[in-house]
């Protein structure tokens, strides 16, 4: 399973984007697919198909009313795994055996 | 303030960094700066000194027993903006009028 | 169009991936999208769907034998945009009157 | 020695923002540090300090008039390699015995 983690932001609406990044969280939560929102992006947990589908929506919906568009994608595959959404900052503090910031 | 999100990984190190990658979490979560751990990447808020230098740390930490080391670093600057750490999630979520999975 | 940089590398297949990073160039290369290589990524030319498509072709050549994957994609949608694998370069140089390095 | 592609723009200034990305292409042909622009980015070789001052006068720059700036850096450092401006590409090339459109 594939973690990928999205940012999308249109240029040319203004220093603020909060209402297209808010549409593209309403897809994303509405979609079904495992995710976490953090303050540079949302992490989506799944395979490539079904991951990169949820993407493609938020892009279609985003270039209705923007005409130009940012996008960064960083996607971490490991063969088999599941549950990294959690695992991997638990194995982090495991191994420093302390609770770090996460919310 | 800027929010800085990076990810730092060694090549040639096996499948499973996790080792490397908690080195860095100590660092960062040592040194004071406000940060957010998240399944992909750590985002730290700060001017633009105090985050690289932390970076820079955990850079030259790696790279004593690293030959190769892959870095991601993505900035969002906003002149005059603090609390973006907590505020931008809260941000979506008062415009969808409702809560996002986050941790 | 959009114009989508990728780079994919395998984690735990050592130091040196370019054998990795070899087969993804030769799948570009013979898809028929346009396409620029730099020494940290490859520039795609076109539609979501078709660069998407290459790009899902290379992570699913490298997965066969490769465990864990990095992929970085950045894209730069404009609406009606074409030519910017070079436009975008001859842009900058119009303004500053002088040619860069780019080869 | 590190490879370093950066790519720096201004939200609130509308759909174009070749102005801004000049600005910092000026900063860095000047600067005396080796690059290489492509059509997402600017590619820099060096040692982690001077390329990121480098890095900082662009958005120290940026900053004076742009009150959003968005910022992507992805590091690529190996250990005593030097050269790979042109030699990450040669070295593709050789492999897949063809020369690959770089320009």
Do not use: Q
């Not at 993407?55 to 279609?60: L, N, V």
Request: charged share 35%; with cysteine.
């Amino acid at each position: 399973m594939l973690l990928v983690e999205v940012s999308m932001s249109p240029f040319g609406k203004g220093e603020s984007v909060g209402k297209y990044v808010a549409r593209s969280l309403d897809i994303i939560d509405r979609s079904g697919v495992d995710y976490r929102l953090n303050p540079m992006g949302t992490v989506i947990e799944g395979e490539w198909d079904e991951v990169f589908a949820v993407i493609k929506r938020c892009f279609t919906r985003m270039s209705r009313d923007c005409n130009r568009i940012s996008i960064s994608i960083r996607a971490d595959y490991r063969k088999g795994a599941k549950g990294r959404l959690t695992g991997k900052v638990r194995s982090v503090e495991r191994r420093l055996k302390r609770r770090l910031r996460t919310t």
